[in-house]
Structures are given as structure tokens and as C-alpha cells.
């Protein structure tokens, strides 16, 4: 079955990181592009940023560069994007995409993790 | 990266058209045709719906389509039926490996 399955729910302090997963699994990994995107409670999408099909390249929406790291294993089918410094204005549900490889559009979405900051 | 322009909301009785717009400028969705489209309901993920401007994934409804004209892309949806109620949501290749969505319509079935 063709599916990007995240991590579970977070809860985490201010000023803390947290990691999410995304594993990817009936398709061929490497042929694809990941991104992530986020939607705070009662928002609407925001796009975090993307990661190339061998993991050594990834492109980060200005907003989140130098807070935001994506990563990817190839050997687990698994990318994970840490975001750190959490403020209130992180909680979000977080999203991984199936990117379509020149084409820019997302075909394929996890069901989402959320992601609560609080003190 | 501003986000693409979207009305907040639109609205239409069962059976008839409407049309939902993205606008950008020359530097995003006015340069190029990788403009898609999604569908969100409510507590779920996106949906993709219309993508390079005006084709269809298998399995999305033909009484959705999609169109470009200048710096507006549209998303027309006819025979509206109950369950399209629900987000709307743009997306723009913007160069240098970046996209933008744009801020979202909620569409309401009358």
C-alpha cells in the first residue's frame, strides 16, 4: 500500500526541539521528492521545505531557515524534520508530501502530527 | 515568499458552478504552469485535485477542473454536491526550489 505514515503526537516546552518522522513505504523512495508542510489551528497550509531524493540536498522556506533541518534514510525509507527554538506559535499539525520530482505539485500526504508547544 | 491571493470564502447552491482564484505575481504563479490544487475537510490531510494547472489525478471527479489565465489560476468545480464543502488550498512553484500556497477558501454548500 502506497502511504507516508508520521509519528505520533508531541508535546513539547518552549524553547525545546522536536523531531517527526515520515516513513514512506509501497513506492520506490529515491524517486521522489519529500516535503513537509504545517497548518497552525484554524490556518491555513504553510510550506516548511523540501528534501531531494538522496537526502543531501534540502531547500527550506526563508521563514524557517536556520530552525528547521530535514533529513532523509534511504536504507529505512524514513525523512525526519527537526524543528528547533519551539514557540506557542509552532503548535501545528505537521505534514509530510510526496513530492513529484519537476513537477512541484504533492500527491501524496501522511495524516498529519500534531505538534503542541506549551509551558 | 507572500503567500498566493485566495478569497477567504465562497458559496453556491447544490448543482450549480463556481470558481475558486489564486493569484500571484510575475514572479510566482504568473511564471509558471506548476499550479495545483487540494481539497481539505475538516481534521484531515490535503487532497490533490488539479495539478500543472489543469489535469486531474485519476480518481478526481471531472466536475473539477482547473485553468490559467495571466497571473490568476482558477479552480472551477460544477454540479456542486454537499461534500465539496470544505478548504481550498493553491500551490505555486515559485523558482529556487520553493512553493507557496496560497492563504485558502472555505467553500459552502448552500
Known amino acids: 500500500q502506497v502511504q507516508l505514515v508520521q509519528s505520533g503526537a508531541e508535546v513539547k516546552k518552549p524553547g525545546a526541539s522536536v523531531r517527526v518522522s515520515c516513513k514512506a513505504s509501497?513506492?520506490?523512495?529515491?524517486?521522489?521528492?519529500l516535503h513537509w508542510v504545517r497548518q497552525a489551528p484554524g490556518q491555513g497550509l504553510e510550506w516548511m521545505g523540501i528534501?531531494?531524493?538522496?537526502?543531501?540536498?534540502?531547500t527550506y522556506a526563508q521563514k524557517f531557515q536556520g530552525r528547521v533541518t530535514m533529513t532523509r534514510d534511504t536504507s529505512t525509507s524514513t525523512v525526519y524534520m527537526e524543528l528547533s527554538s519551539l514557540t506557542s506559535e509552532d503548535t501545528a499539525v505537521y505534514y509530510c508530501?510526496?513530492?513529484?520530482?519537476?513537477?512541484?505539485?504533492?500527491?501524496?500526504w501522511g495524516r498529519g502530527t500534531l505538534v503542541t508547544v506549551s509551558s | 515568499q507572500s503567500a498566493l491571493t485566495q478569497p477567504a470564502s465562497v458559496s453556491g447552491s447544490p448543482g450549480q458552478s463556481i470558481t475558486i482564484s489564486c493569484t500571484g505575481s510575475?514572479?510566482?504563479?504568473?511564471?509558471?504552469?506548476?499550479v495545483s490544487w487540494y481539497q481539505q475537510h475538516p481534521g484531515k490531510a490535503p487532497k490533490l485535485l488539479i495539478y500543472?494547472?489543469?489535469k486531474r489525478p485519476s480518481g478526481v471527479s471531472d466536475r473539477f477542473s482547473g485553468s490559467k489565465s495571466g497571473n490568476t489560476a482558477s479552480l472551477t468545480i460544477s454540479g456542486l454536491q454537499a461534500d465539496d464543502e470544505s478548504d481550498y488550498y493553491c500551490?505555486?512553484?515559485?523558482?529556487?526550489?520553493?512553493?507557496?500556497f496560497g492563504g485558502g477558501t472555505k467553500l459552502t454548500v448552500l
Open positions: 508530501a510526496r513530492g513529484v520530482t519537476y513537477y512541484w505539485y504533492f500527491d501524496l
Open positions: 510575475r514572479s510566482d504563479a504568473g511564471s509558471y504552469n506548476l
Open positions: 528534501i531531494n531524493h538522496g537526502g543531501d540536498r534540502a
Open positions: 509501497g513506492y520506490t523512495f529515491t524517486n521522489y521528492y
Open positions: 500551490l505555486s512553484y515559485i523558482g529556487s526550489s520553493t512553493v507557496v
Open positions: 500543472e494547472g489543469n
